[in-house]
């Protein structure tokens, strides 16, 4: 059964497999498709409490986003990696990545970066790199700004 009503709201709001840039956030949870990734709980409610090498989340028909925007992802860096965010899928072009490095403590961090994006509707896929078989890190939610 699903009981996240904020999710509801907003694929009743756009249909599923749709996201709007122009949302607070994104939830990590709401990926279309993902590979080498597990859900979870946390204090708040859900995550994508882990994220593997060569792993992904899948968010196409993101509409609204503004040419050359900035992505902030709130992750939990466990042995730490680099995320990429790519065009339609984990193969495709390369529009930014950032470090998801190793902390000192056990909290949740904003990370950003610049994407190389089209204005309007994207198909965006967060791609997962680091030491093979390692959690990397988790992930909260993404917004653009």
């Known amino acids: 059964m699903v009981d996240d009503t904020l999710l509801l709201s907003k694929h009743f709001e756009n249909g599923v497999g749709q996201y ?3 949302w607070e956030k994104i939830e990590a949870e709401w990926f279309m ?3 080498k990734i ?3 709980e946390n204090a708040s409610g859900f995550e994508v409490k882990a994220c593997y090498d060569q792993g992904y989340l899948y968010y196409p028909n993101v509409s609204a986003l503004k040419k050359n925007t900035t992505i902030v992802v709130k992750a939990n860096p466990h042995v730490g990696g680099r995320l990429e965010v790519r065009l339609g899928g984990p193969t495709g072009r390369l529009l930014g990545s950032m470090d998801i490095p190793l ?3 056990k909290e949740y961090f904003d990370y950003t970066c610049s994407l190389k994006n089209k ?3 994207n198909d965006i896929c967060l791609v997962f790199k680091g030491e093979p078989g390692k959690n990397l890190f988790s992930i909260d ?3 653009f700004e």
Request: proline share 0%; charged share 35%.
């Open 33 to 35: 498709s993902g590979d």
């Open 38 to 40: 597990e859900k979870g």
């Open 119 to 121: 204005e309007g509707l």
């Open 141 to 143: 939610w993404i917004k």
């Open 103 to 105: 902390e000192a403590s």
């Open 20 to 22: 709007n840039a122009g």
